[in-house]
């Protein structure tokens, strides 16, 4: 029915449509992301304020609006986090310094001001 495609039309790269010459039937290779399932519950108001918010913003489903809010307010509680922890790190080691508990220039910070210096002189 499709007939064999000869080499000069096949693509480099991976292609979903798969065509063998030894085969006379086209097969398509679907890869599917594995997946978890969440359940919880809510009340009718947060309900209908969900499905409400993704009607309008145009989501597909209420699962898909649900999923991206929760995937959008978990990466911005982890990069808080990691901002808190970092300031709190920095805070560390600059009172640390302060108070002469200094920490001794690794390698590459040596090898930075050796750059920065042959960079800078005349």
Do not use: W
Not at 77 to 91: F, G, H, M, N, W
Not at 98 to 116: D, F, Q, T, V
């Amino acid at each position: 029915m499709y007939g064999i495609i000869p080499d000069k039309f096949v693509l480099y790269g991976t292609n979903p449509y798969i065509y063998s010459k030894s085969e006379r039937v086209m097969s398509t290779v679907i890869q599917k992301k594995e997946s978890e399932r969440i359940e919880f519950r809510v009340s009718k108001e947060d309900k209908s304020l969900f499905e409400y918010a993704s009607e309008i913003a145009g989501f597909k489903s209420l699962s898909e609006f649900v999923r991206r809010a929760i995937v959008k307010e978990a990466k911005a509680i982890v990069v808080a986090e990691k901002r808190i922890l970092a300031s709190q790190r920095d805070k560390d080691i600059f009172f640390g310094a302060l108070m002469g508990n200094e920490e001794k220039p690794n390698e590459s910070l040596i090898s930075a001001l050796k750059y920065h210096s042959e960079m800078t002189s005349d």
